[in-house]
């Protein structure tokens, strides 16, 4: 049974450019979440999809979309990089809305560098 | 306003001595907390939760403490060994209804363990 996986694993953009992450979550899971992680800090909520529609957004611009397909993996799309655009991006995934930490699963992140 | 936050950014202890991991929160409203633990090169991965109706919840090695009146949250890893080795993020709840749909995570307490 696969866990919640995320393509690619390192990138490296320029400044202005667009990017394309993608999830696949675990087996059996509906929903997407996805966060931003800084070098040494936490992870910050970017949004969150749910039966292909964004459920719940956190504090960034709309340079960051998403999309969730038929099959529940989702991409996030960041438009016109910024250099403190450069994290971690995680995805996590769970099965629905309401369920508790111990039922959503991260992947291992993809690493964004942006120069 | 929702934030979370931890005291220590560093953390040593002697291997098979208990550690205590200690997180404030600023919301008073937050009522479902979270701890995770991240190993270098992988998503955070859920550890323990606890509801805001409780004080005290133990798992396998593990207890987490909360005390609402001064927003203090802790973690104690009992006999702690060199597998501990992470950085732990205690994060709480950001959305309206006590689950995981958005989380809010602090910035981390590198654990390191000493033979």
């Known amino acids: 049974d696969a866990g919640v996986t995320q393509s690619p694993t390192h990138l490296i953009k320029t400044r202005g450019q667009q990017v394309t992450l993608r999830c696949s979550p675990k087996s059996g899971h509906d929903t997407v979440s996805w966060y931003q992680q800084a070098l040494g800090q936490g992870p910050q909520f970017i949004f969150q999809?749910?039966?292909?529609?964004?459920?719940q957004r956190g504090n960034f611009p709309d340079r960051f979309s998403g999309h969730q397909f038929p099959n529940y993996s989702s991409e996030l799309n960041v438009n016109a990089l910024l250099l403190g655009d450069s994290a971690l991006y995680l995805c996590a995934s769970s099965v629905g809305l309401a369920g508790g930490g111990d039922t959503q699963y991260f992947g291992p992140g993809t690493r964004l560098t942006v120069l | 306003g929702e934030s979370v936050g931890l005291h220590l950014p560093t953390l040593s202890v002697q291997e098979g001595d208990n550690s205590i991991i200690n997180c404030a929160y600023s919301?008073?409203?937050?009522?479902?907390f979270i701890w995770y633990k991240q190993e270098s090169g992988k998503g955070p991965q859920f550890i323990i939760d606890i509801r805001s109706n409780m004080d005290k919840r133990q798992g396998q090695r593990v207890t987490v403490l909360l005390n609402k009146t001064v927003k203090h949250l802790s973690l104690q890893i009992a006999a702690t060994q060199p597998g501990d080795s992470a950085v732990y993020f205690c994060?709480?709840?950001?959305?309206?209804?006590?689950?995981?749909?958005?989380?809010?995570f602090g910035s981390g307490t590198r654990l390191s363990i000493r033979p």
């Open positions: 919301n008073s409203a937050s009522d479902y």
């Open positions: 999809y749910y039966e292909e529609e964004e459920r």
């Open positions: 994060a709480e709840n950001g959305a309206q209804d006590s689950s995981a749909s958005k989380i809010i």
